[in-house]
């Protein structure tokens, strides 16, 4: 991503000054000069300058500089990366627990940002954008073209000022322009919390931004009072986020003193032991953690230690395997470093990287108590989800749904309607099989093979692109109650959405309730 610095010329003099200091400081000079840190980024200053100076071409320092840290980083793990300072802005917010915006959840798409989600609450909800819609300009400036972070920052701004968008209807294929007052918006960690028809407390938690905690101990200051039988904490594709609201969100369910989680780093300076500061607000009540191969970081140090702590039971998929901790470091100009430091482990002395991240920035993640899969990430799901014509199908025909069993929307009458639905939309799937076979109908066309061998190789293609759509069929069971949930959420809203389909039909939610209830 280009830099949005100034040229960073300015720089590249004040090392060559600091080196001639240092080289004029007499014994001390020689010291310094003598440490091969020191030797090897004035080798890289060095080539810098004669680049600039004698190329038979005008260089930029940025140019020269910009590739040489993208190299330099791509010897270290993933989660180690250069952050501009447009970049610490957005981080800034996440650390706040809100940001300044329109209240819209967005990808990218070719002719701007595509909306999958409007908070109800946001300027984007209340001025009547819905999902689906294309933001094609902001103040005028076209988004075609613009990476997710560059449109985004253009939406982003300070509470009360406004922005001007240009929005496509894909429904209509019409545009309106919009002049939104950007509101600041608190961060979203628990869209629903609340008790099963026979009294056990479900809790959804998104993430561990800042205000997590405080979320979490108003739902507890709310819902305990109906003395729930048990505990149910979903953190299923929870991706992490800060460290201080893993720990504080662990200790809820703790008494005080109880150990988390440990780090241990290179230098003794990043070995670290947190305890709960405790009491457990709960008293012991039964409780389970679902997670699964998203739920990573923050989201593994609440579920590990409360797993080792024989606090509660795992349910669901091996977790991601990220026990690395990340620090970061900010330079005068506005740009840092974020860093891999440490790594965690818990009680019994489990960590879940290797000690090379650098070759093993994944670990094993952390194993389940009680295994169950649910079987929602095969192809053709992952195909769909990454556009929205489920979403799209759900509007066209949300009444008709609503009016819906999950079991009626398997049968095969709705099939035929969203088999129908997704060639009208042109939605392209194709298994590997498939992608195979056209791959040796090219090689055949080349080679011109025999007519009955490329006749046999067409009777593949054909067989298997119908096999592609039997796949989609065989996922209806995944697809009807996803359709249920999202006509809902249109309807009645978030709340609802879960309260009557996402709790009580989800089979990995019910398998997981079940096992608090044998607890009980």
């Known amino acids: 991503m280009p830099s949005t610095l100034p040229d960073r010329s300015a720089f590249v003099l004040s090392m060559i000054l600091l080196v001639i200091l240092v080289v004029t400081a007499g014994g001390m000079g020689v010291f310094v000069a003598s440490d091969p840190r020191i030797i090897e980024a004035i080798y890289l200053i060095r080539a810098a300058l004669e680049v600039k100076e004698e190329y038979i071409s005008e260089v930029r320092a940025e140019e020269l500089v910009v590739p040489a840290r993208r190299e330099m980083f791509s010897l270290l793990d993933r989660y180690s990366y250069y952050i501009e300072a447009n970049s610490f802005s957005r981080m800034q917010e996440e650390l706040s627990g809100s940001y300044g915006g329109i209240g819209i959840m967005v990808v990218r798409h070719p002719l701007g940002l595509q909306i999958m989600s409007v908070r109800e609450d946001g ?27 560059e449109s985004s920052n253009l939406l982003r701004g300070e509470e009360g000022t406004t922005v001007s968008v240009t929005v496509l209807h894909t429904a209509t294929q019409d545009t309106t322009e919009y002049v939104l007052t ?52 979903d953190l299923r594709g929870n991706p992490g986020g800060l460290f201080q609201e893993a720990w504080h969100v662990a200790s809820l369910f703790l008494p005080e003193g109880t150990f ?25 009540l039964p409780m389970a953690i679902l997670v699964d191969n998203g739920s990573a970081s923050s989201a593994e140090i609440v579920a590990g230690a409360l797993q080792q702590a024989g606090r509660a039971v795992l349910v669901g998929d091996t977790t991601f395997g990220k026990g690395l901790v990340q620090g970061f470091i900010q330079f005068p100009d506005g740009d840092g470093l974020r860093l891999t430091i440490s790594r965690y482990y818990f009680g019994n002395g489990l960590f879940l990287n290797a ?32 556009t929205l014509i489920l979403y799209h199908f759900a509007d066209a025909y949300r009444d008709e749904i609503l009016a819906s069993t999950p079991e009626q929307l398997q049968s095969s009458h709705w099939i035929k309607r969203l088999v129908a639905f997704l060639k009208e939309q042109d939605f392209q799937y194709e298994s590997l099989i498939t992608s195979q076979v056209e791959e040796m109908i090219r090689r055949a066309k080349q080679d011109i093979c025999d007519e ?6 067409q009777h593949l293609l054909t067989v298997s692109k119908q096999q592609d759509w039997t796949d989609i069929r065989q996922a209806m069971d995944y ?10 959420e249109r309807r ?3 709340y609802r959405a879960y309260k009557d389909v996402v709790v009580p039909l989800r089979p990995d939610i019910q398998f997981a309730l079940e096992i608090i209830r044998k607890q009980t």
């Open 123 to 149: 300027p984007a909800g209340k001025a009547g954008m819905v999902s689906g819609d294309i933001i094609i300009a902001a103040d005028s400036v076209s988004l075609a073209g613009l990476s997710v972070n």
């Open 182 to 233: 950007r509101a600041m918006l608190p961060l979203i960690h628990i869209p629903y919390a609340g008790l099963t028809a026979d009294s056990i407390l479900y809790i959804r938690l998104l993430d561990f931004e800042a205000g997590t905690t405080l979320q979490l101990q108003a739902v507890f200051d709310s819902l305990l009072a109906a003395h729930p039988r048990g505990i149910l904490l």
């Open 260 to 284: 988390i989680v440990g780090t241990r780093g290179r230098s003794r300076w990043k070995n670290e032991r947190h305890t709960a500061v405790g009491p457990d607000v709960t008293n012991g």
């Open 355 to 386: 000690f090379d991240s650098t070759l093993h920035d994944t670990g094993h993640g952390l194993p389940p108590d009680y295994y169950y899969v649910y079987p929602k990430r095969n192809d053709v799901i992952r195909e769909l989800e990454k």
């Open 452 to 457: 009955k061998t490329f006749s046999y190789i």
């Open 479 to 488: 697809i009807s109650l996803k359709l249920l949930q999202i006509a809902t």
């Open 492 to 494: 009645y809203g978030t």
